[in-house]
Nanobody, 120 residues
Framework: QVQLVESGGGLVQAGGSLRLSCAASGRTFNIYAMAWFRQAPGKEREFVGGIHWSGGSTYYKNSVKGRFTISRDNAKNTVYLQMNSLKPEDTAVYYC?????????????WGQGTQVTVSS
């Protein structure tokens, strides 16, 4: 079992920045990759970006490339999502997820989510 706890959400004006954190606990040695997803009201959950746990390579949704950066601190079992140049359309509940299956795109553990609201 892996437990994930997100933090760092809040209200920010357009153009501002926020950094989300996701702390993992439990069987973290099984984690292959971690990712951030988001879900806006009335919309489906979408992939934002991810990071391979060991190698650290990252990948992003096109609309956030150049604005969002994912990083990790393996010693703290924590993944971060640095969000810059935020836009109102980035408003959503942000979730972190962990993949312990090593199957591309399969995330079997999820956090509870943290709200990000970007005002115009």
């Amino acid at each position: 079992q892996v437990q994930l706890v997100e933090s760092g959400g809040g209200l920010v004006q357009a153009g501002g920045s926020l950094r989300l954190s996701c702390a993992a606990s439990g069987r973290t040695f099984n984690i292959y990759a971690m990712a951030w997803f988001r879900q806006a009201p009335g919309k489906e959950r979408e992939f934002v970006g991810g990071i391979h746990w060991s190698g650290g390579s990252t990948y992003y949704k096109n609309s956030v490339k150049g604005r969002f950066t994912i990083s990790r601190d393996n010693a703290k079992n924590t993944v971060y999502l640095q969000m810059n140049s935020l836009k109102p359309e980035d408003t959503a509940v942000y979730y972190c997820a962990a993949d312990t299956t090593a199957s591309t795109g399969t995330y079997d553990y999820w956090g509870q989510g943290t709200q990000v609201t970007v005002s115009s």
